[in-house]
């Protein structure tokens, strides 16, 4: 329907065209809604996790390892106090000084003094010089081993291996953008780096010496390394192995701790 408007100069105003934009966009809309909304319920499906049921000998070890780390955390928190120490360092220090400053001041001024009297003050004197030095190397002892606790909290991630179920047991893989790590739990299991290019095809080359009916594979992930995981993950279901993954962080050192180590 033409507009009865006109312009300076008597031309009619057709609005028709623009009509036809408004229409088709709001086609397009509805269009899309109705796209989105027919996937809007649909879920990712979710891989399998392994589950690792540890057995009684596992059990005990890893609490003898907590227990041990508990003592030592015991051991450090039992530790005198820092400030403390300084304390007491400085009142033996001063307690020398002053000593000193006794025995010079006699010197000076040529007192006699009694041979028993100075005796026990030059001992009083070594007694407090190796107090203070005790104090401070089991200060220093004490702060050593905690940062060395600390350190491994925050940058290592210890690993026990168990078998499963059925007796098959792990092979470790730790995959990173450029770098994947390969070590086997099996008895004269052996760990392999593998590095450089092609890293799916090296992983592959390297399966071929695993067995499928005494092994699995779990796999640690870094985040640079997902892209490669989900390729070699493949691989691994295809040729047949039972496949756990689990994601580590990229800086921290994955070690692989043997059942029986202390």
């Not at 088709?24 to 392994?50: C, E, K, Q, R």
């Not at 030059?122 to 107090?131: C, F, K, M, Y």
Request: hydrophobic share 35%.
């Amino acid at each position: 329907m033409a507009s009865r408007l006109r312009t300076n100069s008597g031309t009619k105003i057709s609005f028709f065209a623009f009509q036809d934009i408004i229409t088709s966009v709001t086609g397009i809309l509805i269009l899309v809604t109705l796209i989105l909304s027919l996937h809007l319920n649909d879920a990712a499906p979710l891989l399998p996790s392994p589950q690792y049921v540890p057995n009684k000998q596992q059990l005990e070890d890893i609490e003898k390892e907590n227990h041990s780390l508990q003592e030592t955390l015991d051991t450090v928190a039992g530790a005198p106090d820092a400030h403390r120490l300084r304390e007491d360092i400085a009142e033996a220090q001063r307690q020398v000084d002053e000593a000193r400053a006794r025995i010079a001041n006699r010197e000076s001024t040529r007192t006699p003094v009694p041979d028993y009297g100075r005796q026990e003050l030059e001992n009083q004197i070594r007694t407090n010089e190796s107090r203070a030095a005790q104090s401070s190397r089991a200060k220093d002892a004490a702060q050593a081993r905690l940062e060395e606790i600390q350190r491994q909290v925050r940058d290592q991630l210890v690993l026990i291996p168990a078998a499963d179920n059925s007796g098959r047991k792990p092979v470790l893989v730790v995959v990173s953008a450029a770098r994947m790590t390969c070590e086997r739990t099996v008895e004269g299991g052996d760990r392999i780096e593998l590095g450089g290019g092609n890293l799916p095809s090296k992983f592959a080359e390297a399966m071929k010496s695993w067995n499928v009916g005494s092994e699995f594979i779990v796999f640690y992930v870094r985040p640079s390394g997902i892209e490669t995981f989900n390729d070699i993950s493949q691989q691994a279901r295809a040729a047949g192995f039972k496949v756990g993954y689990d994601a580590v962080e990229e800086g921290k050192e994955v070690i692989l701790k043997p059942p029986s180590a202390p």
